[in-house]
């Protein structure tokens, strides 16, 4: 089997079991992404997430985390949901999940589908003619690996203005997982697209977490603040916080490349119904046992109930729902203290004269 027909074989699986983006190239990263990443760190964009700040040689260069590894096969799932998820914003009794959280956790979704891809992968190398048995290797999302700068190399897309992957085909929502190889495969053929003039994902943040282009301060992002960040949410972020209690996708849900999307087909990634509006009141009430079984099998459950109830907290104080102002009063009693300050912020917005 030639080198390009191999990669097609696997390119085929891929998209057999399910997958909506397939795309190779070398186990390789540029000088740029490890310059960017640097800066990135430099100017302390990542906050508390200081993980990201670990093994950055391995994360800017595949081979320094697997120095064996010759290709990098990039993949991604679609989620793109049936409608444009803001529209939660206008019922603010409510909480908005974001897309990717309303139901199974993507990460075990995705590696599931990678360990069966990662199995063919070895299979098809084999019987292939190349010398000896090939060894893979999986990811997504944990591992210091910069999956964005690979799956753009590997012609799943391009880095968007906010920062993220962008698909001709499924805009911008793809997850992404890779495979690293022992193989030797062809790059994958060029795809045109890009941003061009557009800025719609920068003036969409509620935050202002762009300080430029393909530039984000995640200080800033209420994905960041309702889910990485672990103490109080600085007050300056309440209010444009909204109704939003776990991750943000504005700046996703206003690129124009979305119209191309057609709605993804995973149905562990499309929205419970019980997540896709659920009542911040009934959330509020959840102790640690109702937190769990509620969000069994979902990424909602990593991040705990205290922290999880404190976003419902500040969702409640921007309900402007007096009726809410009971629950708020119970949760400033609470005895995490982070949750229960938050709660009495929510009070003291219900009380403010309209
Ligand atoms: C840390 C992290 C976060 C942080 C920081 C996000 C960030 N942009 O860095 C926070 C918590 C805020 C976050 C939020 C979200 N995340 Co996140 N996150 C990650 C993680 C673990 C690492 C990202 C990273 O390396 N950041 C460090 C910086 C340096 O990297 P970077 O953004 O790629 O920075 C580049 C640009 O600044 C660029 N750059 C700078 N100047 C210029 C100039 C030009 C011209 C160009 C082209 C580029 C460029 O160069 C840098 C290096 O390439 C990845 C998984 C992974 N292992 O890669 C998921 C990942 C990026 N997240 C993902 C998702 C889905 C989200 C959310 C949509 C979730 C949500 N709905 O709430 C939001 C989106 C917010 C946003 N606009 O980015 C997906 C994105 C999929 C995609 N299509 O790209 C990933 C890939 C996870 C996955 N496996 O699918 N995330
Ligand atoms: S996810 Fe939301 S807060 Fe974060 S950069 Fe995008 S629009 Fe801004
Ligand atoms: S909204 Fe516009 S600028 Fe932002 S990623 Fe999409 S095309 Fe690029």
Redesign the pocket.
Known sequence: MTPDALRDRIRDTALALGFDAFGVTQARLGQE?RA??AD?LAAGH?GE?GW?AQRTDQ?GDPRALWPDARSVIAVGLSYAPGEDPRHIQQRRDRGGI???ARNRDYHDVMKGMLKHLAQAVVKLGKTSGVAGTPEVKVF????P?????LAALAQLGW?GK????VSRDHG?W????EIYTTLALPQSDPRAGACGSCTACLAACPTDAFPAP???D?TR?I??LT??HAGPIPVEFRKPIGNRIY???D??AVCPWNRFASLGRHAKLQARADLAAPALAELAGLDDAGFRALFSGSPIKRIGRDRFVRNVAIAIGNSGDRSLAPVAGRLSGDPDPVLAEAAAWACAQLSRPV
């Open positions: 992404a960017r990443l990135f990542h997430m990201l994360r974001s897309v990717y997504v999302d944990t591992a690996v910069m999956e964005k700068p880095q906010h920062t993220n992957l911008s793809l997850l992404l997982g393909y530039r984000l995640a992002c994905s960041y889910i990485e991750g943000c996708d700046c996703l």
